[in-house]
């Protein structure tokens, strides 16, 4: 198919210029104008791409990823635009010029192309579940219903912005500690397979009876030299299989589980769980969501399998008629302070204000913990550095006392 390159106009003056195929000039034109711009020049240039020209285009765009950031400035172009009375359609048009990550772009044309085929929004966003999370796609379902998407928007920016934000500090708090682990190991793996044997060596040949520390290491040495290929394979199926079993739902239910019960990170977890919980929940409230259908939706947007399933009894207590703070209550991991403000939420008709003072409280609680965390973990790796070194020093300097011990009696 021919391709055509054209400047056009946006309907807020700026100006954009890219590259369409069309069968004929004024196809081009009639395309230019159904993305909302106002054509300024078409003209025929390019060239067809070959199959494998494509084949690679396709490719490298399965490739790339989205990142945070891009879905993050996506959404806010979007809600300034629609705020603007831009129409759905026409928005996401006018913003296929705009984003540069491919994958993204081919995402965005095909919701562009659902919606225009008659789909609602939620659900055209629902189909790239592989850009747009639950939360996401759910946040646009209550926007819908509740005729305030502007508003859902606005959250839902404010939501994706916090929570990469505590993703991104909680990576710099582990970085440190990963790198000394890496290091410890690394560190491990060159003492016991190049350097303990030369010490070895020498106190076998002066006839130095070897203390335990020094046997340990024999047959650690011993087992990396004899069984290293078996080593590489065990550890490189392990976290294959482990990476598998995560993908199953009874794999990601044990994996959250056991994180929230870590003892540093998961009180970090459980915080982060409870300010989406009062986030979420309290723009379903103001959107006018029913509470059931606000636990429903939640219950898939948490982000936690172990916290999600708990959701499974107190939705069978809302439906019993039992309110929603004793069926959290019962419920496991949700936090005394959130139980008694929903409670005062429900008694005092203010549940949306209660609900949103948990998520700033739980905003703040995680910002601190994350800061904390350096602190905890740092006195855990020395500790740990510092057992490594002295068993390490126990294996060598032992049986070095041992052949001074026999020279000085000898003498």
């Not at 490739?63 to 705020?83: A, G, H, S």
Request: glycine share 8%; aromatic share 8%; hydrophobic share 50%.
């Amino acid at each position: 198919m021919p391709v055509f390159r054209y400047k056009a106009m946006r309907d807020d003056g700026t100006k954009v210029s890219d590259t369409l195929e069309a069968e004929s000039l004024d196809q081009a034109y009639e395309k230019v104008l159904a993305k909302g711009y106002i054509p300024a020049s078409v003209k025929p240039g390019g060239r067809i791409r070959t199959r494998s020209e494509a084949e690679a285009g396709g490719l490298a765009t399965r490739l790339t990823r989205v990142k945070p950031q891009d879905v993050i400035l996506f959404t806010k172009q979007l809600r300034t635009m629609l705020n603007a009375g831009i129409p759905v359609v026409q928005a996401l048009q006018t913003l296929l010029g705009q984003i540069e990550n491919p994958k993204l772009k081919a995402a965005v044309e095909e919701i562009s192309k659902d919606i225009t085929a008659g789909s609602s929004m939620h659900r055209a966003f629902a189909k790239q579940r592989h850009i747009f999370s639950d939360l996401y796609t759910n946040m646009l379902r209550a926007g819908e219903v509740s005729g305030t998407l502007i508003q859902v928007l606005d959250r839902l920016i404010y939501i994706v912005e916090h929570e990469n934000k505590v993703r991104k500090d909680i990576q710099s708090a582990l970085t440190y500690p990963i790198i000394v682990v890496v290091a410890l190991v690394a560190a491990f793996v060159v003492l016991v397979t190049f350097v303990l044997p030369n010490f070895i060596a020498m106190f076998e040949s002066q006839g130095v009876e070897l203390p335990w520390p020094t046997l340990v290491c024999v047959r650690i040495h011993e087992i990396f030299v004899g069984y290293w290929q078996l080593i590489v394979l065990a550890a490189g199926g392990g976290i294959f299989g482990l990476w598998y079993w995560a993908r199953t739902e009874q794999g990601r239910l044990m994996l959250d589980m056991l994180l929230l019960r870590l003892p540093i990170l998961g009180p970090v977890f459980v915080k982060a769980a409870m300010s989406r919980f009062g986030s979420i929940f309290a723009i379903l409230q103001s959107s006018g969501i029913t509470v059931l259908e606000s636990v429903q939706i939640i219950a898939g947007t948490i982000g936690n399998a172990a916290v999600a399933r708990q959701f499974q009894g107190v939705r069978e207590m809302l439906e019993q008629g039992r309110g929603l703070s004793y069926p959290l209550s019962q419920a496991k991991y949700f936090t005394p302070m959130l139980v008694t403000m929903v409670a005062i939420g429900e008694e005092s008709g203010q549940l949306e204000e209660m609900l949103k003072e948990v998520a700033t409280h739980y905003d703040y609680e995680v910002e601190y913990s994350v800061g904390r965390m350096s602190e905890l973990l740092g006195p855990v790796l020395v500790a740990c550095l510092a057992g490594v070194v002295g068993f390490f020093a126990l294996a060598v300097m032992l049986p070095m006392l041992d052949m001074m011990t026999s020279a000085l009696a000898g003498a």
